[in-house]
Every structure is written in C-alpha cells, then in structure tokens.
C-alpha cells in the first residue's frame, strides 16, 4: 500500500522560504513521477510542481515558476518542494500526490494516492 507523508509547513512572514518534505512508500518510489498540489480555503486543489520519476525535468505552475524548486532523492524516497519568496497567496494546504501511472499529470483527478497534506501560511 502506498503511503504519502508530508512535513515542513508552517507560519512565516512574506519573503521568507520553507522548505516541504514528502516521504513516500509502498512501492518503487524511484519508478514514479511526483507531484505537488495545493488547496487554499474555498478553492479547488491547484498543481503546483511536477518531477520525473528519475528527476532531470522538472514541470511548474507559472504561479509558482522562479520561486519554488521541486526536487527528489530516489535513494531516501523522498521527494522536496523549496518554496522561496513566499507570498500570503501561497497560503494553502500542501499535498503530494502519485499516480499508478509512471508519468504525471497537472489534472488531481488522475491522482491515485495522496498524503495527508500540510499547512502552509504565509502572513503579509
């Protein structure tokens, strides 16, 4: 069975950094594209950040684009979101997500496993 777990959120102020954490298992995570996605109050879940199951290409919101870096380290099975330059807008609930499917996807619903999520609130 395939577990997600999320951690790094918090509360900063605007301009500041976090970094997220995503620690997969169940499977071959090394196998798998991964995903970020994020759910503001209100709003529906957006894509945020998408990486190949091996890493070099790289997939970004243009929301996000120039301030958040996905990355992963297939031999720790985990999988980061570097988010610099924060704005009260990126104030949401973070969620990783994987796919039976290798490859991704920016569409949540084609998303079959999914972590619990973590809060991200960026103050003006």
């Known amino acids: 069975q395939v577990q997600l777990v999320e951690s790094g959120g918090g509360l900063v102020q605007a301009g500041d950094s976090l970094r997220l954490s995503c620690v997969a298992s169940g499977r071959t995570f090394s196998s798998y594209a991964m995903v970020w996605f994020r759910q503001a109050p209100g709003n529906v879940r957006e894509f945020v950040a998408a990486?190949?199951?091996?890493?070099?290409?790289?997939y970004y919101a243009d929301s996000v684009k120039g301030r958040f870096t996905i990355s992963r380290d297939n031999a720790k099975n985990t999988m980061y979101l570097q988010m610099n330059s924060l704005k009260p807008e990126d104030t949401a609930v973070y969620y990783c997500a994987q796919r039976r499917l290798y490859y991704a996807s920016t569409d949540s619903r084609q998303y079959d496993y999914w972590g619990q999520g973590t809060q991200v609130t960026v103050s003006s």
């Open positions: 990486i190949t199951y091996d890493g070099p290409t790289t």
